[in-house]
DNA sequence: TATGAATGAGTATTCATTCAT
DNA sequence: AATGAATGAATACTCATTCAT
């Protein structure tokens, strides 16, 4: 049990390196010495727990996407009206991505970047599926527009990675007036 | 005149090459030597025309940024209605990236990724005045919303990028249907 | 045990190398590959003994300098008589770099070129007090000359290297004869 | 008139421009590039006053030498006492390198170095020939120790290039009072 | 005579990965 | 399971030299 721990522990240290590592400087920067290093522990170590460096880079991004999503539809309850369904899980991706920066910042690298296996980027989009539930029954509501869940999630979610990228730059501070404002901004570009 | 016009023509290339690569496999996969190969150049010559491979990587950024807001600016007219230029500018930039897209996604790249230099980022920003300019018109006439013009940028802009990579994945065609939808979207969203 | 033979071993072999390389080339024809391939390595296990060619090149220095005052000064007696005491160092340090005629070359190069760090050289001239502290004692007792330690140094040992310099280029050779006369010659400039 | 003065103008900066790079940073400090920069001239035009960069520093080399004995045999008088005589040479050397300090570095850096061809070396001994012949006459006179040149130069000359590189680490200050004592040093050990 | 542009071969250094222990 | 040492191939960059003008 305590091994299993120690286990998990380390594969749990290794991706947070990576992360990290990424996030500083690029897919570049996260070379595999220095992920080792940060994580306490030998190189060699990486390869019993990853196949090899796009192997890790490609479950980082799943467990990412994974806690990402988790967060999002937290206390998700489908039976709520629709608007307001979409206004708890848009406040939660926007509170995990203001509270986890790393993260963050390194799903906006992932979406926009060769990083990831296309096989591995397909996978992550199941995870917003409840989403797109959602709309789907917004949109036999009457709600939501008739358009692709795609164009509704480029409206909606995607902008939100340019904030929290605006934040770092210091070129705009988010406050609860923009929060709300963005929520406001987002929901006009899909509702009926 | 001739060798002047030869010289351009090498900066171009290289430029041109350092694109495909990074569109390809990300900064990475840019490497001097496939540059100048590809650029049908000695790795040696990438230095008579750019300080090192940041440099190089920085002015590609800037060229392609100037090129696509000098597109998405043409024919603009502060005299028309808000909405009106809005729209074409709006319309120009999907144009360009959907005619473009080996600049569409080096673009998203960079806007994602420690890949620029935060001085060359924010040279970049400049180019897109106009569009605040425009926006800070259309606020003074009651007709957008007053928020700050990166949350415009991030509702309205900044989406484009999304279709464009959903339709590598071919998860999503963009037909004349959904772009006149995504526009109602992106205006819906900043209108007031 | 075994491991840690080889690994001393290894970096013995390329000092060896660097040493070699230097002395037939001077410092550019020492290069990281040439060394790697002479002391049968690879290129990037140098990195593991060394930060870089620089520190390679330093650690070398100590290491021979410091082989060369110990066999200087090897059986030193300061209870001997003085000119006793700097008759057999003298003899020793000749001795060493006639039998070392790779180490001789090596050390004089590094004294007459900026190939060494100032710190590394300043590093390197501790091993000499010894002989300062003789000479300190001979002056003392009236014996030597009341000059810097540097002089005296200048016209003792310093000449030492041009003769074994000399040797190379088959202008002089160096008989029991001419040797004890160039000890005359050292001993007559500082003694009182 | 006026281009050939130009020409010979051009070659000394060359020649300068390399003095000075070698001196600050060893021959490879000296790359072609720099040196044409630093002479204001284009890479190519060097190979129109020398062969290629072997040559430039062997006629550099053979240039300083010459300057050097030159300097060192000013107004020197066969006829005067072998003493005189040479007392005279030899506070011209030290005033020579201690006044051109650049100069002296060079030199001893080319005498401890593979800079320079063996064939260029000796005939930069040549120069030397008058002094050789002092010391010869010092010897038939029995005024001069019955031994080498070579060894002669070893213990008078050489010792002055340690001192001039002692003042650049500021480790040794050269006085009037030191002078002196060298060159009393030198004297004594060579004298009968 | 003089050059700026061009380059092939080379330079120090790094990296993902492997292997003996 | 875990590792430190080892490495071949690659990486960004440099350099002495050439050539068309």
Same mark, same amino acid.
Not at 99 to 108: H, K, Q, R, V
Not at 153 to 162: L, N
């Given at each position: 049990? /305590?091994? +299993?721990? =120690?286990?998990? %522990?380390?594969?749990?240290? @290794? +991706?947070?390196?990576?992360?990290?590592?990424? $996030?500083?400087?690029?897919?570049? #920067?996260?070379?595999?010495?220095? &992920?080792? =290093?940060?994580? %306490?522990?030998?190189? /060699?170590? *990486?390869y019993?727990?990853?196949? $090899? =460096?796009?192997?890790? *880079?490609?479950?980082?991004? +799943?467990?990412?996407?994974?806690?990402?999503t988790?967060?999002?539809? #937290?206390? !998700?309850?489908?039976?709520?009206?629709? =608007?307001k369904?979409?206004?708890?899980?848009?406040?939660?991706?926007?509170?995990?991505?203001?509270? $986890?920066l790393?993260?963050?910042?390194? @799903?906006?690298?992932?979406? $926009?970047?060769?990083?990831?296996?296309? /096989?591995?980027?397909? /996978?992550? @989009?199941?995870?917003?599926?409840?989403? !797109?539930?959602?709309?789907?029954?917004?949109?036999?509501?009457?709600?939501?527009?008739?358009?692709?869940?795609?164009? @509704?999630?480029?409206?909606?979610?995607?902008?939100?990675?340019?904030?929290?990228?605006?934040?770092?730059?210091?070129?705009?501070?988010?406050t %609860?007036?923009? +929060?709300?404002?963005?929520?406001?901004?987002?929901? %006009?570009? *899909?509702? &009926?």
């Amino acid at each position: 049990m /305590a091994k +299993l721990q =120690k286990s998990i %522990d380390k594969r749990a240290a @290794l +991706l947070k390196a990576t992360l990290c590592l990424v $996030n500083s400087g690029g897919i570049q #920067e996260a070379c595999m010495a220095k &992920v080792a =290093k940060m994580a %306490d522990v030998s190189p /060699a170590t *990486i390869y019993l727990y990853f196949e $090899n =460096k796009q192997d890790m *880079i490609n479950q980082l991004y +799943l467990a990412v996407k994974e806690e990402f999503t988790q967060s999002a539809f #937290e206390q !998700f309850d489908l039976n709520q009206p629709v =608007k307001k369904s979409f206004e708890q899980i848009w406040f939660n991706m926007f509170v995990y991505k203001q509270s $986890n920066l790393e993260e963050a910042s390194f @799903l906006s690298q992932c979406d $926009n970047t060769p990083m990831i296996d296309e /096989a591995t980027r397909q /996978a992550g @989009l199941k995870y917003l599926q409840p989403l !797109f539930d959602l709309w789907a029954k917004g949109q036999r509501e009457g709600i939501i527009k008739e358009f692709s869940p795609f164009l @509704l999630y480029a409206f909606t979610v995607y902008p939100i990675a340019f904030f929290i990228n605006m934040q770092k730059s210091e070129l705009c501070k988010v406050t %609860d007036q923009t +929060l709300k404002e963005a929520f406001q901004a987002a929901w %006009d570009s *899909i509702k &009926v």
